[in-house]
């Protein structure tokens, strides 16, 4: 058991595949035997709250944090103040319970080591792994590889492999 979970990032341009990617990774790892948790950075006011329901209201009145529970699930909503600024990943993380490895959506500019989906179909075509030393692997159709390893977007359990290799995974050792 590791003290703090590996990291790993799943970055590309939007329409990349990057979700479908990330859902891929956590059922193979999973099955795996791995705990996995992930992180989603969204680039706009997201809100998984409905309007009109009782934990909407709470926050429309005010509340900074509101957390709704069941015997099922629970998940805690965090409003940032006006002049709070979105979190960095590394503090996020550290909310997480104890896992053998993050798998994080998004966070493109992060420190962290990622693994870049170019795919013709993406809105921009323009290669991220020249200009960040924290790309390790490139998932996808399009473009020069920068000397990296290249993964075909259907090939799931590789690039698992791959992750298992690259974050030091190691059999009998989850959390």
């Known amino acids: 058991m590791t003290l703090s979970p590996r990291i790993i990032g799943i970055v ?28 989603k950075h969204a680039h706009h006011a997201f809100d998984i709250d409905k309007p009109g ?3 909407w209201q709470h926050r429309q009145a005010g509340a900074s944090e509101v957390a709704i529970v069941s015997e099922r699930r629970w998940a805690l909503m965090h409003e940032n103040a ?12 550290a909310k997480l319970s104890p896992c053998d490895l993050v798998l994080v959506e998004g966070y493109k500019r992060g420190d962290h080591d990622k ?19 924290n790309i390790v692997a490139v998932i996808g159709d399009a473009g020069d590889s920068d000397g990296l390893p290249v993964f ?8 698992a492999d791959f992750i298992e290799q690259h974050t030091g995974l190691r059999r009998g050792e989850t959390s």
């Open 12 to 39: 590309g341009w939007k329409n990349s595949g990057k979700t479908r990617m990330v859902a891929g990774l956590v059922a193979e790892l999973t099955g795996r035997g791995w705990k996995v948790s992930t992180v």
């Open 53 to 55: 329901a009782d934990s």
């Open 82 to 93: 006006r002049d709070e600024s979105e979190p960095p990943l590394d503090e996020i993380v």
């Open 115 to 133: 693994i870049e989906i170019r795919r013709a179909t993406s809105e921009t075509a323009t290669p991220l792994a020249p200009g960040d030393r």
């Open 152 to 159: 075909s977007a259907d090939a799931i359990s590789d690039i």
